[in-house]
């Protein structure tokens, strides 16, 4: 994926091997991305809040961690606005695992 923020505000890009370049509001990549994708799909809306759009983020790649053994095992979070990229969060998968634990129960 690129990411970027420009004059008409925020773009986002997949990049294939192939060098094919496709445009759109949201994207996952990789080996988990199927597994990511089962929660972007559930839980994603235009309107998010920028707390909103961080949790679900989160939560998806989680779900790509705790689902392929491939993915790692640390989910880090960015957020990109006109002034550039900052890290939000850093988290060990394990961790969020016994939290979603804790809040489904």
Request: charged share 25%; net charge negative.
């Amino acid at each position: 994926m690129i990411c970027g923020w420009d004059e008409s505000g925020p773009q986002i890009y997949y990049v294939d091997s192939d060098g094919d370049r496709l445009h759109h509001h949201l994207f996952s990549v990789g080996s988990g991305s199927t597994f990511a994708y089962g929660v972007l799909d559930t839980g994603y809306r235009y309107d998010l809040t920028k707390d909103e759009a961080l949790a679900l983020a989160q939560r998806s790649i989680f779900a790509a961690t705790y689902r392929d053994a491939y993915s790692g095992g640390t989910v880090r979070v960015y957020h990109i606005d006109q002034k550039g990229w900052q890290r939000m969060s850093e988290t060990d998968s394990m961790e969020l695992y016994f939290k979603f634990r804790q809040e489904k129960a």
